[in-house]
């Protein structure tokens, strides 16, 4: 139980852990690709996959996964996108600034998306999300107040002080890694049942 405990503890803190620290530090462009890589796919797969794949007593086609290893995987999964949220939060809070912006561009074709500029012509990057300020009643030309990362790394806001996902996250967490752990000692057990026959 102990190893299975220390292995989902290992892939739902690398999963959120990676996908948070991204905006935070902030990683280069090909290291912040690689750490969202792994905390969004492979930990969480890796969660599910190694207790199956430890089944070496059972032949391949009599394989099966207990139902709990799909929590950590899901778990996982979100904790990457969420984290990677609340880790953009965090670096607007750290080392955001507070500037007048000009819409210089707005796709609505799905969820809105406004591409800014300050006044003085820099461009913000990434772009204004929907649920950050690009309303539907935001069009071309208009001017907003937003909190921007110069880094060009965090979503601008124009509300930094929007919900905390903390107790979110901390419930994926708890879930993954019980859930997983869970999972991982049913495995074990019919691995050994099997080989006893």
């Not at 599910?48 to 430890?54: E, F, I, K």
Request: glycine share 14%; with cysteine; aromatic share 8%.
């Amino acid at each position: 139980m102990v190893r299975w405990f220390l292995f989902n503890l290992m892939c739902a803190g690398g999963s959120l852990g990676l996908s948070w620290v991204g905006p935070v530090v902030p990683l280069p462009g090909s290291v912040r690709g690689a750490a969202l890589l792994l905390a969004f796919l492979v930990l969480p797969l890796a969660s599910l996959l190694v207790p199956v794949l430890l089944l070496r007593r059972v032949p391949r086609r009599k394989r099966k996964v207990a139902w709990q290893l799909i929590v950590p995987l899901t778990a996982g999964v979100a904790m990457g996108v969420f984290g990677n949220a609340a880790g953009g939060k965090v670096a607007l809070a750290d080392r955001g600034a507070w500037d007048e912006a000009v819409v210089v561009h707005m796709d609505d074709s799905g969820t809105n998306h406004c591409d800014l500029r300050t006044v003085d012509g820099s461009e913000i990057s990434p772009s204004l999300s929907e649920g950050n300020g690009c309303d539907d009643w935001v069009g071309k030309g208009d001017r907003l107040r937003v909190r921007y990362d110069p880094e060009g790394i965090a979503s601008p806001t124009d509300d930094p002080d929007r919900g905390s996902d903390s107790t979110f996250l901390g419930i994926l967490f708890v879930m993954a890694v019980g859930m997983g752990t869970w999972g991982g000692v049913r495995q074990s057990k019919w691995n050994r049942a099997y080989g006893g026959r």
